[in-house]
């Protein structure tokens, strides 16, 4: 199977990739359509981070109930899970993704970076 790339980065990476049914979406940052941080809070940031998500697998012909399993990365994980928890919940159907959660200092200042990896048509 051929890999096909979705989005476009100035960092070297792809944003999405697609192989047959699988998509893999490389960590979504919360930069709004005007390249600016969306807010500082991660309530606000993890709503931006995952509509770019979103975004993202709609360009590779994918959509959040085809998400199986996401990465959440929180510079302050314990401080912010719960409040990410909460947007995050409201955000995936239900069965919800299989999912990790780690803290880590982020390569931009940030509070929150998803990944997602999705397989077309298993949400339906």
């Known amino acids: 199977m051929r890999k096909q790339a979705f989005g476009t980065s ?7 990739l697609r192989v ?3 998509v893999y979406v490389s960590g979504q940052v919360p930069i709004d359509e005007h390249g600016r941080v969306a807010g500082d809070d991660v309530g606000r940031q993890t709503a931006q981070a995952l509509a770019n998500l979103e975004e993202q697998l709609t360009a590779a012909g994918a959509s959040k ?5 996401t990465l959440v ?3 302050h994980v314990k401080r912010d899970f719960a409040a990410m928890n ?5 955000f995936f159907p239900d069965p919800k993704p299989t ?4 803290g880590a200092e982020l390569a931009i200042d940030v509070l929150v970076e998803i990944e997602a990896v999705a397989i077309v048509g298993s949400g339906a």
Request: net charge negative; proline share 7%.
């Open 65 to 69: 109930a085809d998400v199986v399993k």
């Open 20 to 22: 047959g049914d699988t």
């Open 99 to 102: 999912r990790s959660t780690i």
């Open 10 to 16: 100035s960092a070297p990476l792809t944003p999405a």
């Open 86 to 90: 909460v947007v995050y919940a409201d």
């Open 73 to 75: 990365i929180l510079s």
